[in-house]
């Protein structure tokens, strides 16, 4: 029997709005196809959430001054490393809640969460101290002028002991997803993200009776708007429908778990801070260069995060589809996914490509006015989608060897990637060869392809599936 296309319209409309409800639970039987539709809808929808939190606020500092937006890029580049640690125990949540869940054992997947939240707690505080106290010498370690530092250490101040609404955020979402429970964290930065939009302008410049802060408005808005996301997800997380309900019980220290999640968090921990801190170096290399270059170079970088975040949504799905199904054994299955999700991640980043090839100048003129910033930032965005379509896999292929509990491989990856290629790279390239900022965005693009084509390689080989967690 035909069916029409209104009749086919209307099921993929019902699809969405299932996937967004979070109705769909089973994503180890039936159609590989609608189970990584069914989690990569809301995960993208939550990494677009997340990269509007960026977009949204580099849009508002961009009003304030060119220095404003270079103290954002150089505390943004910091900040990297909260969110490597943040991103590690995220990891680690997911890739033991995913398994468990898989298993059938709920009861120990939320003793795995219970676990991350007390390590997240600790941690959180830990680096908040630092952060505060010694906010100038940070962005002065970072290349900040004098100027810069005199006007935008608060900010800086705000963010870095701000942590743990990062850290929280970043933690139960990856909890949620590696439940199947994709639809909570997509609304917990909805949440975020609302409240974050409406507060950014209201604080830069302040409204009737609430004054003006300037750059540290941003800050402020910033994290109150992740701070409401977190008392969200932790209703949602003790009271709520998820999968995952922890409860008074739950909160005693298992020593087993514990250590199983620190040795695959340090791992994920590891491997996001090697890139994160490459991204440091190369900013570091880029202040050579003056505010403009800097400044062009952020708004740029915000600008990719804005299309690779999306991307990181089906690699999250990806994720929880290798954990789960792993844990129920279905080996075969847990591949096909990867593949499938790959295969689609390249198509999206490959359109957007052509778009920042044809429009860059416009989308970098959105942010600024300044000729120096829109002509820098043009050409960090059309160079580096140059290796977009190989980043699609790579990014893939990386999160699914973490949703399999083998944060290793992925740290090996990023390590020989960023360190050994990318960094000598750039700065051959930059000053040795005087090209200048463009030699750096030419080391972004070809370390972006080679991390891909390893990470093919390394996958195919499979020993990914026989990683114990």
């Known amino acids: 029997m035909k069916v029409s296309t209104f009749s086919k319209i209307a099921i993929f409309y019902r699809l969405i709005v299932d996937a967004l409800n979070g109705d769909h639970k089973e994503f180890t039987s039936g159609s590989i196809n609608k189970a990584l539709f069914m989690l990569s809808v809301p995960m993208i929808m939550e990494m677009v959430m997340e990269s509007v939190f960026a977009v949204v606020d580099v849009f508002f500092v961009g009003r304030i001054s060119v220095n404003a937006v270079a103290t954002v890029g150089l505390t943004e580049s910091v900040l990297m490393l909260i969110y490597s640690i943040s991103i590690g125990l995220s990891i680690a949540a997911t890739a033991l809640v995913s398994r468990r869940v898989g298993e059938k054992n709920n009861e120990e997947a939320i003793n795995s969460a219970t676990q991350a939240v007390f390590l997240t707690g600790i941690l959180s505080v830990l680096l908040a101290i630092p952060g505060i106290i010694y906010a100038k010498d940070i962005l002065r370690i970072m290349g900040g002028s004098e100027e810069l530092v005199a006007s935008g250490y608060n900010y800086a101040r705000i963010m870095l002991g701000g942590n743990v609404t990062i850290m929280f955020l970043f933690l139960f979402n990856g909890i949620f997803r590696g439940a199947g429970d994709a639809s909570i964290s997509m609304k917990a ?159 999206f980043l490959g359109c957007v490509s052509v778009v920042f090839i044809f429009f860059a100048e416009q989308l970098i003129g959105i942010f600024s006015s300044d000729p120096i910033v829109i002509e820098n930032g043009k050409m960090c ?37 960023h360190w050994v290629f990318q960094i000598p790279f750039a700065y051959f390239l930059s000053i040795f060869l005087k090209m200048g900022p463009k030699g750096t965005f030419i080391a972004v693009a070809a370390a972006f392809s080679l991390q891909a084509f390893i990470s093919m390689y390394l996958f195919k080989k499979g020993k990914w599936k026989s990683t114990m967690v």
């Not at 140059?386 to 699914?400: D, K, N, R």
């Open 189 to 347: 930065l909805w949440i975020a993200n609302l409240v974050n939009i409406i507060l950014d302008p209201v604080f830069i410049f302040g409204f009737k009776f609430i004054p003006g802060f300037g750059l540290d408005g941003a800050a402020i808005a910033t994290n109150i708007g992740r701070g409401v996301a977190v008392v969200y997800q932790i209703f949602m997380i003790t009271k709520g429908n998820s999968i995952i309900k922890i409860k008074i019980r739950n909160f005693r220290i298992n020593f087993a778990i514990m250590v199983n999640m620190i040795k695959i968090s340090l791992g994920g921990t590891s491997q996001f801070l090697i890139e994160s801190a490459s991204w440091i170096f190369l900013v570091r290399i880029l202040s050579t260069f003056g505010s403009d270059v800097l400044a062009g170079y952020t708004i740029a970088l915000r600008i990719v995060v804005f299309t690779i975040l999306p991307s990181m949504g089906l690699s999250n799905a990806a994720a929880t589809l290798v954990g789960q199904n792993l844990g129920a054994k279905e080996y075969d299955r847990a591949e096909q996914s990867v593949w499938k999700a790959a295969f689609y991640n390249m198509i």
């Open 381 to 417: 965005l059309q160079i580096l989608c140059i290796g977009y379509v190989f980043f699609a896999y790579g990014m893939v292929l990386t999160q699914s060897f973490n949703g399999a509990g083998d944060t290793r491989t992925p740290t090996f990856i990023n390590l020989f990637c």
